[in-house]
């Protein structure tokens, strides 16, 4: 299955180019007006869930729902104040393709903004969050866990 990717290595910027609100056509998010994580996918998806190491702030709090047969993601970031306060929440959508580098396959996820991201499959229930090169964080936990 296409969707065996992993972790991002992302840190927190103010430049992110998600939206601070979910698209109102994307059917795998949904906020509501309490700031709640009523993020919900669809019932062909795949949900990752983690946290992984940032520069400028706690963490980011990924929630990724990906479609396999569409080859399409929607993503929540959540980039945190402290472990349980959210600073700001992102929401980006997207392709997913393989991709290859020295002779890794991975998972890159475009979104309709133009980032990308770059995931490892660890294991069957495990995404790991790499750069452009494939190469792993020296510190921290990149993981993403299934989720559903």
Do not use: H, W
Not at 18 to 23: C, D, E, L, M
Not at 88 to 109: H, Q, R, V
């Amino acid at each position: 299955m296409i969707l065996a990717a992993t972790a991002l290595l992302a840190s927190c910027n103010n430049n992110k180019n998600g939206n601070a609100t979910p698209p109102a056509n994307d059917s795998t998010a949904v906020a509501d007006s309490s700031g709640a994580d009523t993020t919900a996918a669809a019932t062909d998806s795949l949900v990752y869930e983690g946290m992984v190491p940032a520069a400028d702030c706690e963490g980011i709090r990924y929630r990724i729902a990906m479609d396999a047969a569409k080859k399409n993601f929607s993503m929540k970031e959540d980039y945190m104040e402290t472990e349980k306060k959210v600073k700001e929440t992102f929401y980006e959508t997207g392709k997913i393709a393989p991709y290859e580098k020295a002779g890794k396959k991975a998972l890159k996820f475009t979104t309709t903004g133009n980032d990308s991201y770059y995931f490892l499959a660890v294991d069957g229930n495990t995404l790991r969050l790499v750069n452009e090169d494939l190469e792993e964080g020296v510190a921290g936990n990149y993981d993403l866990k299934l989720a559903k």
